[in-house]
């Protein structure tokens, strides 16, 4: 097989802002070679993609092809290049066939026909072993189907350097094995492949080499069959660095919350939660580890009354009455009143918490309009609570009446924070509450949390960064693929222990560790 | 009975230039609501070239340029029409439903000046589009039916083949298609989305433009009195009851016609059950609309992201 490098990077950098993307990265692909990027989430591993891809631009660097300097401007480019990327989420339209996904946009020479070009389709399927009907419309096919659809489609435009982002993690073990025996028949072929994941089993079986990004820098590439994932996981999560965050020991902790083996599907009929239990216990914080999208959001809306189980219950160890109450059959608002609140920040702050176009005191009024005696708002007692939560957490608002949708990420999270903890919960569930907050907020928001520790609110905060949770939470649960892989002490865990906890995706051991 | 038939077919034919044009527009992701103002506009223009024509030309009248004028000034007014709401959607990116109801009031706005105001007659063109193909009288029931008609009807059926021919097996129909299921997916796969949507809201409110035109020329006999925003709304529910095809909207058009003009032909009928009657169409589109929901086929639903705008930069 002939070794040069297809695709190579030079001092690539990527700047967003003040935030580094990506700095100094360098890397190359030989032909017939499949390189793995490993890294955490937000190491900069899809950023890196997208500028090879032509979606973005590199501030700084040189991109070589096949030993010539080429200027990468716009995903057409890319395609000129025959670069051919699979993005994790499809670009496929659902009425269409299997054929007319693959040619469309192309801009062929002559008569248009469909026939032509299932045979063609047909010939790549067969070269490579793709299993796939050109009839067959994509609303009716299985996730793994239209992977497939889009892999062809590259292969149709004639692309021999390939990038995948995350090709596994939508597919079931099976589908798994059957996409790696294509992409050897592809190394095979001489094909370059560039695959991004962060499964370390993957990338032990899959690749000839790794590259191993961090917070957005280079770290290394290693040969796969010279390392281990011990040594992998190092490069990946890096030195503990200290931050400092204030942890009291918990007071008397008693179980507030338990999950007993809770199962539950996506509408795909996926499995998200497989089977997870645990406690939280009041005055402590429990952290939630994994890869995004292992299960956390499915978990947190389970507690609250958004997600539907298939089996398994949710206790609550009401501490007015002291009896155990069933969560699974209640509604939201019930269980809202019982005390468990859900301060959820998913990619868009503004989704679930707080209505962007309302201002800070009608958004306060969300969570009490039904209080209220006559037919008529009550506005007094929530501009009230905005005033205080404004003074409190230091909100950077012209005044209370200020569309929320005009605050800054940071100020957003301490409104709808400040709101959740105003109610005095006895759960308070926060999901990536720091998520694109500068320092000064994000410690904000961590002492909040701590204040409700002490009050004897049972916290669960669900995090990406393994160095905080070290330093904020009292133990740490961690879920792989909707599986709990594991239950840690804080205070005596490592990054690596977590780390290699969260890529993994058989269930090991389960239980209490602490 | 023919009679009956032959007045159903005339109209019919006018709704199909409207959902013909209609379904080629929201192909393209544009719920354009301001066809019956495109009508009303295509009609006015259509009307009032030839009226200007027919002064001009005064006794030595060309019977095709008769024809052929008020169809391109047609063409262009309502080309014009899709030309503002493509501008003020993709653009400026105004919301859509609102632009084509401005549209509409626009164009019902139009007509009632070219009716009342500019003291214009028009029933004197008519009879240049209502023209009969020669032989039609000499072949009794099925003449009639399928000859006797003016120009612009055979054009209707014409334009709705060839449009069900380029949706359906052209990469121009596929690319088309693509952009109102999933404009994202189109602009990756290097589709100009805006060109495309552009193209198909000026080239549909074209055609539907000639939709007034032939109500006017050909339905009324030129006897224009009254606002033609009516035919607007039964097109745009014609391309309901067709779901989406243009080659379905042929039989569809003579049976919205049928219902339509059914109470006139049914003797012993009150005017307010005749009013009653004209609603059948309405009816019927809302059963198709529940039927077509509950079978849940895909290929049968409207355009994915019919109704929503595009801008890549947004996620």
């Known amino acids: 097989?002939?070794?040069?490098?297809?695709?190579?990077?030079?001092?690539?950098?990527?700047?967003?802002?003040?935030?580094?993307?990506?700095?100094?990265?360098?890397?190359?692909?030989?032909?017939?070679?499949?390189?793995?990027?490993?890294?955490?989430?937000?190491?900069?591993?899809?950023?890196?993609?997208n500028m090879i891809s032509g979606i973005y631009f590199p501030d700084e660097g040189e991109i070589f092809i096949n030993g010539e300097e080429a200027v990468i401007a716009s995903p057409k480019d890319a395609f000129q290049y025959k670069i051919g990327m699979i993005h994790q989420h499809f670009k496929l339209v659902d009425v269409f066939s299997a054929?007319?996904?693959?040619?469309?946009?192309?801009?062929?020479?002559?008569?248009?026909?469909?026939?032509?070009?299932?045979?063609?389709?047909?010939?790549?399927?067969?070269?490579?072993?793709?299993?796939?009907?050109?009839?067959?419309?994509?609303?009716?096919?299985?996730?793994?189907?239209?992977?497939?659809?889009?892999?062809?489609?590259?292969?149709?435009?004639?692309?021999?350097?390939?990038?995948?982002?995350?090709?596994?993690?939508?597919?079931?073990?099976?589908?798994?094995?059957?996409?790696?025996?294509?992409?050897?028949?592809?190394?095979?072929?001489?094909?370059?492949?560039?695959?991004?994941?962060?499964?370390?089993?993957?990338?032990?079986?899959?690749?000839?080499?790794?590259?191993?990004?961090?917070?957005?820098?280079?770290?290394?590439?290693?040969?796969?069959?010279?390392?281990?994932?011990?040594?992998?996981?190092?490069?990946?999560?890096?030195?503990?660095?200290?931050?400092?965050?204030h942890r009291s020991e918990p007071k008397n902790p008693t179980p507030r919350l338990e999950v007993h083996h809770i199962n539950c599907s996506n509408r795909e009929g996926v499995k998200m939660l497989d089977d997870v239990s645990f406690t939280a216990q009041a005055g402590e914080i429990l952290g939630i580890a994994g890869i995004a999208g292992s299960g956390q959001r499915e978990l947190l809306e389970a507690i609250a009354g958004l997600q539907k189980l298939d089996s398994g219950a949710v206790l609550y160890n009401n501490p007015q009455t002291g009896k155990m109450d069933n969560l699974c059959s209640k509604t939201p608002l019930q269980i809202r009143e019982l005390g468990v609140r859900l301060s959820f920040v998913p990619e868009d702050r503004l989704g679930m918490g707080l209505?962007?176009?309302?201002?800070?005191?009608?958004?306060?009024?969300?969570?009490?309009?039904?209080?209220?005696?006559?037919?008529?708002?009550?506005?007094?007692?929530?501009?009230?609570?905005?005033?205080?939560?404004?003074?409190?957490?230091?909100?950077?608002?012209?005044?209370?009446?200020?569309?929320?949708?005009?605050?800054?990420?940071?100020?957003?999270?301490?409104?709808?924070?400040?709101?959740?903890?105003?109610?005095?919960?006895?759960?308070?569930?926060?999901?990536?509450?720091?998520?694109?907050?500068?320092?000064?907020?994000?410690?904000?928001?961590?002492?909040?949390?701590?204040?409700?520790?002490?009050?004897?609110?049972?916290?669960?905060?669900?995090?990406?960064?393994?160095?905080?949770?070290?330093?904020?939470?009292?133990?740490?649960?961690?879920?792989?693929?909707?599986?709990?892989?594991?239950?840690?002490?804080?205070?005596?865990?490592?990054?690596?222990?977590?780390?290699?906890?969260?890529?993994?995706?058989?269930?090991?051991?389960?239980?209490?560790r602490s | 009975m023919v009679a009956f038939i032959v007045s159903a077919i005339r109209l019919g034919m006018t709704f199909l230039f409207g959902s013909t044009g209609e379904t080629i527009t929201e192909k393209s992701g544009h719920l354009n609501l301001g066809i019956p103002g495109v009508m009303c506009v295509g009609a006015s223009c259509g009307c009032f070239a030839e009226y200007l024509y027919l002064t001009a030309a005064k006794r030595s009248v060309e019977p095709i340029l008769a024809v052929l004028i008020p169809i391109l000034a047609t063409l262009l007014g309502g080309a014009l029409m899709g030309l503002i709401y493509s501008f003020l959607t993709v653009t400026l990116r105004c919301n859509q439903n609102v632009t084509g109801l401005t549209l509409t009031t626009f164009g019902v706005g139009v007509s009632d000046f070219m009716i009342a105001k500019t003291g214009a007659i028009y029933s004197k063109g008519s009879k240049y589009f209502t023209a009969a193909l020669p032989f039609a009288d000499d072949l009794g029931w099925f003449g009639k039916i399928f000859f006797s008609h003016g120009i612009l009807i055979y054009l209707a059926i014409a334009i709705a083949l060839i449009s069900s021919f380029v949706l359906s097996k052209t990469r121009i129909g596929l690319n088309l298609r693509s952009v109102g299921e999933n404009p994202a997916t189109a602009d990756a796969a290097g589709i100009n989305v805006a060109r495309y949507r552009y193209m198909a809201t000026c080239i549909g409110c074209a055609i539907a433009g000639l939709g007034g035109l032939s109500f006017v020329m050909d339905y009324l006999h030129g006897n224009w009195e009254y606002c033609i925003d009516a035919i607007g709304w039964l097109a745009i529910a014609l391309v309901i009851f067709t779901v989406w095809k243009p080659n379905l909207g042929i039989i569809g058009s003579i049976v919205f016609g049928a219902l339509y003009i059914a109470s006139s032909y049914i003797t012993g009928v009150s005017f307010a059950s005749k009013e009653l009657f004209k609603m059948l169409p309405y009816i019927v589109t809302i059963v198709v609309l529940i039927f077509t929901s509950i079978r849940d086929k895909k290929e049968n639903q409207p355009p994915q992201s019919l109704g929503l705008p595009y801008f890549r930069e947004e996620r």
Request: hydrophobic share 40%; net charge negative; proline share 2%.
């Open chain 1, 1 to 49: 097989m002939d070794k040069t490098a297809a695709i190579e990077l030079k001092n690539i950098t990527k700047t967003f802002g003040s935030v580094v993307a990506n700095k100094q990265v360098s890397l190359s692909v030989n032909r017939g070679e499949i390189l793995s990027i490993l890294g955490e989430n937000g190491s900069g591993k899809t950023t890196l993609m």
């Open chain 1, 99 to 245: 054929t007319e996904n693959i040619v469309l946009g192309l801009e062929e020479k002559g008569r248009y026909n469909l026939k032509e070009a299932e045979q063609k389709v047909h010939a790549i399927c067969e070269q490579y072993g793709f299993e796939l009907d050109p009839h067959k419309k994509i609303y009716t096919m299985s996730v793994s189907e239209k992977q497939t659809v889009e892999i062809v489609k590259v292969l149709y435009r004639g692309a021999d350097i390939l990038i995948l982002d995350e090709p596994t993690a939508v597919l079931t073990p099976i589908e798994i094995r059957k996409l790696f025996s294509v992409l050897r028949k592809m190394r095979e072929d001489g094909k370059a492949i560039i695959i991004i994941t962060h499964k370390l089993n993957e990338v032990m079986e899959i690749s000839d080499r790794v590259s191993v990004l961090r917070k957005g820098e280079y770290i290394g590439t290693v040969n796969t069959a010279e390392t281990d994932e011990a040594e992998l996981t190092e490069m990946m999560v890096g030195k503990k660095i200290s931050l400092n965050i």
């Open chain 1, 355 to 512: 209505v962007g176009n309302m201002d800070i005191v009608d958004n306060m009024m969300l969570r009490s309009y039904s209080k209220g005696k006559s037919m008529f708002l009550e506005r007094k007692a929530p501009r009230d609570l905005a005033e205080h939560i404004i003074d409190e957490l230091e909100v950077v608002t012209p005044n209370a009446n200020t569309p929320v949708r005009r605050l800054s990420g940071g100020n957003v999270q301490k409104v709808l924070v400040g709101r959740e903890i105003a109610a005095a919960p006895t759960v308070l569930m926060a999901a990536y509450p720091v998520r694109g907050l500068d320092i000064n907020s994000s410690y904000t928001i961590y002492n909040l949390l701590n204040e409700q520790k002490e009050n004897g609110v049972a916290v669960i905060f669900v995090g990406e960064d393994l160095d905080v949770l070290l330093e904020l939470c009292d133990r740490i649960l961690v879920i792989g693929s909707g599986h709990v892989t594991g239950v840690v002490d804080a205070r005596t865990a490592t990054k690596e222990e977590i780390g290699l906890l969260m890529t993994k995706t058989t269930v090991a051991e389960k239980g209490e």
